[in-house]
């Protein structure tokens, strides 16, 4: 049985994460895809984040028509900060047999892996799973930093999708439609909650 992993803020889940996540599942037999929105995030202690439970309410209810898509809550529910090393960590001791993780990451995401708690370790823990991103760098120099890398690498095989959730929060931001960007019951929710309010100038 092979689990996708695919972690996040989700601030907010959109399309485009939905779209890999399929394609994933479809590309390498997945058994299913875990979403994992993070806790507090390490790498974005300085900025600001809505707070978990909105993120997690809106990834329940984009995934929710989707038998093989599962939210994961661990992260959320472990106090302090969350690092991906200890998420794959927990989710391998679950696992039984010849199981194995499939992280999916996107190539920003991937490029900061040096930077990110026992590197090394989360390359052993799971496969790596890459969509494609327009105008994206080789991934050859990453091999450097961490050694053997690149062969846990897949790069996922599908269209481009350009979509990122700082661009939705600017959308809203500005007064301007979501529509088609994030599914109808979260573009209804963040409505509903007034999240990323339009701002005054």
């Not at 990453?142 to 661009?167: C, F, N, T, Y």
């Not at 963040?190 to 309010?197: C, D, G, Q, S, T």
């Amino acid at each position: 049985m092979n689990i996708g992993v695919l972690g996040g803020t989700f601030d907010p889940i959109h399309i485009g994460h939905l779209v890999v996540a399929e394609e994933a599942r479809i590309k390498l037999g997945l058994s299913e895809v875990l979403f994992v929105p993070a806790g507090q995030p390490w790498l974005k202690q300085d900025h600001s984040i809505t707070p978990a439970a909105h993120r997690m309410e809106m990834v329940r209810r984009a995934i929710a028509d989707n038998p093989y898509f599962k939210l994961g809550t661990l992260e959320v529910d472990r106090p302090g900060p969350s690092y991906t090393v200890d998420t794959l960590t927990l989710l391998q001791d679950q696992l039984t047999g010849e199981a194995s993780l499939f992280f999916i990451l996107g190539r920003d995401t991937l490029a900061e892996l040096p930077l990110w708690k026992e590197p090394r370790k989360v390359v052993q823990l799971c496969r790596l799973v890459v969509p494609p991103r327009l105008g994206s760098r080789d991934l050859r120099h990453l091999e450097q930093a961490i050694p053997g890398l690149l062969e846990r690498v897949i790069q996922l095989d599908m269209p481009v999708i350009g979509i990122s959730s700082s661009e939705i929060r600017q959308r809203i931001a500005r007064g301007l439609p979501i529509r088609y960007l994030v599914p109808p019951e979260v573009e209804k929710y963040i409505a509903e909650h007034r999240l990323y309010p339009v701002s005054a100038s």
